[in-house]
């Protein structure tokens, strides 16, 4: 299977699945307890239908939008994940490369395995920080000047992340794996010794925004122990503020989904909200990112940009959350799947996919400009009532 006999997303995730290792794809697939959210987070579009409008004009399709102050060629942006080079040794620059050309907003991970420098440099676009904050405040207030300095247009705190979801893939596939299951873990990644060159003789994989900080520096012993300890996990919206007065820029929280959280992040200085259940790998039976968009639109008044994080997998899953209420949409699994199955040409080609797809559904809902999709073309369907 090559990347020309992938059509969807779909096929992408069966191709990465083939050329990662075993642990290192469920680490990318996997999800909390029974996964419920995970999958629910793709299926809840499903109980949304599209009415079309006819004889609309869809002679050509406006597309363009803003989102954080900034121009992007259609409403989706690249969402942060973490440890880009696990999945494929082009890694975060390539994905920046692939954003930039499909006029898009990049997102990098505190966790990234390419520093805030080196993103930076890897494209001319606009590009949005996800931060942790931890217990050393000097660490975290470092990690935003290095932002300022290289000019990213907005900053993200994630918020949902008070202790680490239970992933059992981890445990059964992945780097948590038990003693009975290494060996057959070993037999696995010795099929891909290139993975393995990378991880154990270039050592791509470093978390480098971690290491190569002041603090950083200073590790001694593992660095995933360092950051389970220096999660801030007494964070409240005081810190929010902190941060937006410290930023004083586009800031976005990541992780919310009620209306009051909502509420909350504008009062403390935020411009924007992430609606995610972190892709179904935090809490267990938390709401699908869709279903949450009508209500927080619906309260907010355009007070602030809504975008709909997990569970894209379809240009028409774009067309649903922005018909709800959303500003945009941000997508993780759906460019990583892309990103193993073929580093930054694989990226382009699943951004390639969702963005033709985006295009047709707008022209056969009827609806030629991004700026005029709203709830005339959405219904909830009968089956999910």
Not at 67 to 84: A, N, Y
Not at 127 to 139: A, E, N, T, W
Request: proline content about 4%; aromatic content about 8%; some cysteine.
């Amino acid at each position: 299977m090559s990347l020309k006999k992938c059509h969807n997303i779909a096929d992408l995730r069966v191709l990465a699945r083939r050329r990662l290792p075993r642990p290192v794809f469920h680490y990318i697939d996997g999800g909390a307890d029974d996964e419920l959210s995970l999958r629910r987070n793709t299926a809840a579009f499903n109980d949304y239908e599209l009415l079309p409008a006819q004889l609309g004009d869809a002679s050509s399709i406006d597309m363009q939008s803003t989102l954080f102050g900034q121009p992007i060629d259609w409403p989706v942006m690249i969402s942060p994940t973490g440890g880009s080079k696990l999945f494929h040794a082009e890694g975060e620059p390539a994905v920046a490369k692939a954003a930039e050309k499909f006029g898009m907003i990049y997102s990098l991970s505190t966790l990234a395995t390419t520093c805030i420098e080196e993103a930076a440099a890897a494209s001319s676009g606009p590009k949005m920080f996800q931060l942790y904050v931890f217990k050393d405040r000097g660490l975290t207030a470092e990690l935003i000047e290095r932002c300022k300095a290289q000019n990213y247009c907005a900053l993200c705190l994630t918020v949902d992340t008070p202790v680490a979801g239970n992933r059992e893939r981890d445990f059964v596939y992945g780097f948590s794996a038990s003693p009975r299951s290494r060996l057959r873990q070993a037999l696995d990644f010795a099929r891909h010794p290139g993975w393995l060159y990378r991880a154990l003789v270039r050592k791509d994989l470093e978390m480098v925004n971690l290491t190569r900080s002041v603090a950083g520096q200073a590790i001694e012993g593992s660095i995933r122990q360092y950051i389970d300890d220096e999660m801030d996990r007494s964070l409240t919206w005081k810190d929010v503020e902190w941060l937006a007065e410290r930023w004083d820029g586009p800031l976005v929280i990541k992780g919310v989904q009620t209306v009051e959280d909502c509420r909350r992040a504008v009062q403390s200085g935020a411009t924007a909200v992430m609606l995610s259940n972190h892709g179904g790998r935090q809490l267990e039976s938390a709401p699908a990112p869709i279903d949450c968009v009508s209500a927080v639109a619906d309260a907010l008044h355009g007070r602030l940009e809504i975008i709909c994080d997990g569970g894209i997998r379809r240009g028409n899953h774009v067309v649903k959350a922005l018909a709800a209420g959303a500003s945009a949409c941000s997508i993780g699994r759906a460019y990583l799947y892309g990103l193993a199955a073929g580093g930054q040409s694989g990226v382009e080609h699943a951004l390639g996919i969702l963005r033709a797809e985006f295009a047709r559904t707008m022209a056969l809902v009827g609806c030629n400009s991004v700026a005029r999709l709203d709830r005339r073309y959405l219904r909830r369907s009968a089956t999910a009532l």
